[in-house]
């Protein structure tokens, strides 16, 4: 008895397999639940029981547009900086230190005081830790 041998067919069927996907991720999209994230639960406190906190005010260095330098709104000149800054930071070593310059300023000019306030160390003996330098864009939004 001969038995027919039949041809192999090379090629898997996929026609419908791009249509059982997209039902399936439909199918998980809608019966899956989403649960709602909560945040911390936390209570705030009583008006009489809120403590007072000051106003921590920062040192505004002041770039103008030939170098000049108004710390705190007082002609300084750029060696004097750190020194004005010492019992500040004394105070309190996170005081915020603001440059500002001008925008006819030269770049050089904000450079060397930066440099100059990262000398701190090893001229006055501590860190100037909070320093920021506003883009012109929050120069404008904040301080007009």
């Known amino acids: 008895m001969k038995f027919k041998r039949g041809t192999v067919n090379d090629e898997i069927p996929t026609a419908s ?3 059982i996907a997209f039902l399936l991720i439909i199918y998980f999209m809608v019966t899956t ?22 106003k921590e005010e ?13 710390v705190d ?8 900086v750190l020194e004005y800054l010492k019992p500040k930071l004394e105070r309190n070593p996170m005081k915020p230190v603001i440059i500002r310059a001008n925008e006819m300023t030269e770049y050089g000019y904000m450079v060397s005081v930066f440099d100059e306030l990262r000398q701190a160390p090893d001229k006055i003996g501590m860190e100037v830790k909070n320093v920021s330098i ?4 929050e120069i404008n939004m904040f301080w007009y």
């Open 17 to 19: 397999m791009a249509d």
């Open 33 to 54: 639940t989403f649960a709602a994230t909560r945040g911390i639960d936390f209570s705030l406190p009583q008006e009489e029981d809120s403590p007072l906190v000051d």
């Open 58 to 70: 920062s040192v505004l260095i002041e770039i103008q547009p030939g170098g000049g330098l108004l």
């Open 73 to 80: 709104n007082k002609p300084l000149l750029l060696e004097n």
């Open 134 to 137: 506003p883009t012109q864009r």
